[in-house]
């Protein structure tokens, strides 16, 4: 029917305008990077400031910079035609990338980045600029509220003699257990407990008992301790 395109037609029409992507004007893209680059790093600082995991890794927070930049590229030189936009897919398409992300909130920063990258190569800044605005704010409350309750791992070794007493000391806190290894007479108990913050004091007592070796304790927060 009349005033009806097939996908044939849009392929011959992106086709026939592939000189249009240098219409992009200088200042367009000088605005887009430099933009870009204003939110990679509001990103940065606030990775910085929110990070409580393990090891911090100056690198990787320099990466959502880049990745903020980089993407706003890609998207302001496919976005006017979509021949360059199929032959980008297939190209990102075929890229493996083999970096271990250990805490799941770096994916959510990583894809912070990207989206930022996105709206911007598409001209969308107010969705770039008050959007992360508002997962700023949220991130940074988060990640300073103080929880009710801290999870922590309790690691003992103890020979048979203190097995008693120590029963009786972690009678006394909400534990579950999660490991026992023993070896001849020498026991090493892990237990996951939940504690008031800096309420540790039965560390001591532990420790205190006769045939207790050694008493650890650290934080745990899912699949590793920090």
């Known amino acids: 029917m009349e005033g009806q395109f097939n996908f044939n037609d849009i392929l011959k029409n992106s086709v026939l305008k592939l000189d249009s992507f240098g219409?992009?004007?200088?200042?367009?893209?000088?605005?887009?990077?430099?933009?870009?680059?204003?939110?990679?790093?509001?990103?940065?600082?606030?990775?910085?400031?929110?990070?409580?995991?393990?090891?911090y890794s100056n690198n990787f927070n320099v990466t959502l910079v880049l990745m903020t930049m980089i993407t706003s590229l890609v998207i302001m030189t496919i976005s006017t035609n979509i021949v360059l936009s199929l032959g980008m897919v297939g190209a990102l398409s075929i890229v493996r990338f083999r970096t271990a992300i250990k805490d799941p909130l770096d994916i959510?920063?990583?894809?912070?980045?990207?989206?930022?990258?996105?709206?911007?190569?598409?001209?969308?800044?107010?969705?770039?600029?008050?959007?992360?605005?508002?997962?700023?704010?949220?991130?940074?409350v988060l990640s300073k509220k103080k929880w009710k309750h801290v999870t922590y791992l309790l690691v003992v070794h103890y020979d048979e003699q203190a097995n008693d007493l120590i029963?009786?000391?972690?009678?006394?806190?909400?534990?579950?257990?999660?490991?026992?290894?023993?070896?001849?007479?020498?026991?090493?108990?892990?237990?996951?407990?939940?504690?008031?913050?800096?309420?540790?004091?039965?560390?001591?007592?532990?420790a205190s008992i006769d045939g207790v070796g050694d008493v650890s304790l650290v934080q745990y927060s899912g699949d590793y301790a920090s």
Not at 175 to 186: E, G
């Open 23 to 55: 219409n992009v004007s200088i200042m367009t893209i000088l605005i887009g990077i430099v933009c870009s680059t204003l939110l990679g790093l509001f990103i940065y600082f606030v990775y910085l400031k929110t990070f409580k995991s393990v090891v």
């Open 108 to 140: 959510v920063f990583m894809f912070w980045a990207i989206t930022c990258g996105i709206a911007i190569g598409a001209g969308v800044y107010t969705v770039a600029i008050f959007g992360s605005l508002f997962v700023a704010i949220v991130v940074y």
């Open 167 to 206: 029963k009786e000391q972690l009678n006394k806190l909400n534990y579950s257990l999660k490991s026992k290894i023993v070896r001849k007479q020498r026991t090493e108990l892990t237990v996951k407990i939940k504690l008031k913050v800096d309420n540790t004091s039965f560390v001591h007592k532990l």
